[in-house]
């Protein structure tokens, strides 16, 4: 067990919706990494936030939003939701942003949108 | 031509088998490589770590980096059922953040008892 907690499990939903993942790091991570992962794409960094703050872009779109909480549990907001927005996205944490601390992953979010 | 190839698989041995992973990348600037174990329904979990070239052991995995050739390498001896698993490399430049990694689209491996 990581440590990382991912809600929900599994989400279904219609295409135009808009849904919220959440993430509960690692006891001690500040930082909170949120991955897109497809067949086609494979594991895709979205973005990263450091103590509240973001720290890091990827390849966010501006559809899709995020945010740190004072108690460092994160959230990703997706909205307007296409087909191809269906993909496992995975939340990670780690103590820094380092190699030095390296990423530990929860079990993911599997969405579906129909 | 992507950042970091690796080789789409899947890839099913017999139990015993000596495994070999490859990926190869075009980003000179790389310098810390990892490799990732993804088991079904899970998330990622960092099983080998390597700065620049060489040679690194840990029990039965040997994480192996060329950067002349672009090239790295995962090699599992003794493979077990309970090797099987999806295996991502990733990689990341100098910089030394994790929010530079970049990760390959990753090879099943199945090991047959």
């Known amino acids: 067990d990581s440590g990382v907690t991912q809600t929900p499990k599994h989400l279904i939903t219609a295409t135009g919706q808009r849904v919220t993942l959440r993430c509960s790091p690692r006891?001690?991570?500040?930082?909170v990494y949120w991955y897109q992962q497809s067949l086609d794409q494979g594991l895709q960094f979205l973005i990263q936030?450091?103590?509240?703050?973001?720290?890091a872009k990827g390849n966010i779109l501006e559809r899709f939003s995020a945010q740190q909480f004072p108690d460092l549990h994160s959230e990703l907001n997706l909205s307007s939701l296409e087909l191809g927005d269906s993909a496992l996205y995975f939340c990670?944490?780690?103590?820094?942003?380092?190699?030095?601390?390296?990423?530990?992953f929860g079990n993911g979010t599997r969405l579906t949108v129909t | 031509q992507k950042e970091v190839e690796q080789d789409p698989g899947p890839l099913s041995v017999p139990e015993g088998a000596i495994v070999s992973l490859n990926c190869t990348y075009s980003?000179?600037?790389?310098?810390?490589f990892m490799w990732y174990r993804q088991y079904s329904r899970k998330g990622p979990e960092l099983l080998m770590y390597?700065?620049?070239?060489g040679n690194k052991e840990d029990g039965r995995f040997t994480a192996q980096v060329d950067k002349s050739s672009k090239y790295i390498s995962l090699f599992i001896r003794d493979s077990q059922p309970s090797d099987s698993a999806t295996y991502l490399c990733?990689?990341?430049?100098?910089?030394?953040?994790?929010?530079?990694?970049?990760f390959g689209k990753g090879i099943t491996l199945s090991v047959r008892p």
């Open positions: 980003n000179s600037a790389f310098q810390y």
């Open positions: 936030y450091y103590n509240g703050e973001e720290r």
């Open positions: 990733a990689m990341s430049p100098y910089t030394g953040a994790n929010s530079k990694l970049t």
């Open positions: 990670a944490s780690s103590v820094d942003g380092t190699h030095s601390s390296p990423l530990h």
């Open positions: 390597t700065y620049s070239s």
């Open positions: 006891s001690g991570d500040l930082s």
